[in-house]
């Protein structure tokens, strides 16, 4: 399995990959270009190599382009605790500090949007903007998804409930990260072209440990203390992006819209056509026209 180093070294450009030590956890991140710092945070089950596609395109916009792997994800550490988006936006935010800068733009992806959200509405001053793809902030709605397929239903997050199951995970998965890899992709890519064999096995690696899908579950096991935070949150100040695919008949883009001007001030929606829930891979043109319109 090709290395970070390796991977980072395979983009175009001059991309590297790195690590640094804040709030005693040692995170991985993959940098290159130059410009105004715009952090790139992965969703779950994928890593910084997500972002592939679309980070030389943005580094040759004039960005300095900082894709990161969450705590418990990929190259970062995976502790016992601390998944709850407050403290990871906290971590983001070191790190942030820890590269020199005293702001940024910020975007992230399912989980890393949950991140990119908190990360904006608790610490303004180090926001200047955020993009928010394809997933919002944990509310209370997530207490009401059925924990049985209902008809009508466009898709049934049945891992969401698997992930709050104390140590079984780790027993099911290790070692056999990859049937739940391609189960994901398979059903939420619209192009199945969008991700080579190498992307699924980089994917799979890294949650192919205990300790790694321990702290991938980490992320929706602390669901209830991220609603609770919500709750005592008023609205982004920042100007907001948010995208989202037509998945489940326009259905997320649909709550999207409903969502994002109750928590922001500023807030926009953009629905990214013909791509499903990875859509960073699927159209990475339309992500990267998108930042570089709403970054500017």
Do not use: C
């Amino acid at each position: 399995m090709p290395t970070d180093t390796r991977l980072a070294h395979s983009l175009e450009g001059d991309f590297h990959s790195s690590h640094v030590t804040v709030r005693g956890l040692r995170l991985h991140y993959v940098a290159g270009g130059e410009g105004r710092p715009l952090i790139l945070l992965p969703g779950w089950p994928q890593t910084w190599w997500e972002f592939r596609k679309v980070m030389p395109a943005l580094a040759a916009a004039g960005y300095r382009v900082i894709a990161v792997d969450l705590p418990g994800m990929g190259g970062s550490d995976k502790p016992a605790g601390g998944y709850d988006k407050k403290t990871m936006a906290g971590v983001i935010r070191s790190l942030i500090r820890a590269l020199g800068y005293r702001r940024a733009d910020i975007a992230g992806h399912d989980v890393g949007s949950q991140v990119a959200f908190s990360f904006a509405v608790n610490h303004p001053e180090a926001t200047r903007r955020v993009a928010l793809l394809e997933t919002l902030h944990p509310d209370p709605s997530l207490y009401r998804i059925p924990i049985l397929p209902a008809r009508g239903l466009p898709f049934f997050p049945w891992w969401l409930a698997f992930g709050q199951v104390p140590g079984l995970p780790e027993q099911v998965l290790a070692g056999r990260a990859r049937h739940l890899i391609d189960w994901i992709f398979d059903a939420f890519l619209v192009d199945q072209t969008a991700l080579t064999l190498l992307d699924r096995s980089v994917f799979a690696h890294a949650y192919n440990t205990p300790d790694a899908i321990r702290g991938g579950n980490g992320w929706y096991q602390a669901f209830g203390q991220d609603i609770v935070d919500l709750g005592t949150y008023g609205k982004v100040t920042a100007p907001v992006l948010g995208m989202v695919s037509g998945l489940g008949d326009g259905v997320l883009a649909e709550r999207m819209r409903a969502t994002l001007p109750t928590q922001a001030a500023d807030a926009q929606v953009v629905q990214v056509e013909d791509a499903g829930h990875f859509f960073v891979e699927e159209a990475p043109q339309a992500v990267v026209d998108e930042f570089v319109r709403f970054f500017g």
